[in-house]
């Protein structure tokens, strides 16, 4: 790798440490409370980008846990759930069920 690309990726990186660690203090009003309501920037953007992919991770789960099924069905069929849940259900939930913005 470059020199100029490990800079950019150490200063990137760096830059998203600081931004996690301040995060909690963004999410504060000026009152001290937590803000109950999104503001419209992540609305579109969870409308726009997010469910599409929630919709895309629905179907590749569900072709996953088609591949999965049978082997889980013969050694341990009692936990067939566990990866329907993790593969179907939860991209599901995410993508019909949240409310927009919430995430």
């Known amino acids: 790798m470059s020199r100029s690309i490990r800079s950019f990726v ?17 999410a504060t009003t000026t009152m001290g409370s937590v803000e109950n309501e999104p503001n419209a920037v992540p609305v579109l953007i969870d409308a726009v980008i997010l469910r ?4 895309m991770m629905t179907a590749v789960g569900a072709v996953g846990f088609c591949l999965v099924a049978p082997f889980m069905a013969i050694t341990r069929p009692t936990d067939l759930g566990k990866p329907f849940n993790a593969l179907v259900v939860a ?3 995410y993508t019909w069920v949240d409310r927009l913005g919430y995430h």
């Open 10 to 26: 150490a200063a990137f990186l760096t830059s998203a440490l600081i931004l996690t660690q301040a995060a909690p203090a963004f």
């Open 52 to 55: 599409p992919v929630g919709l």
């Open 91 to 93: 991209p599901a939930r």
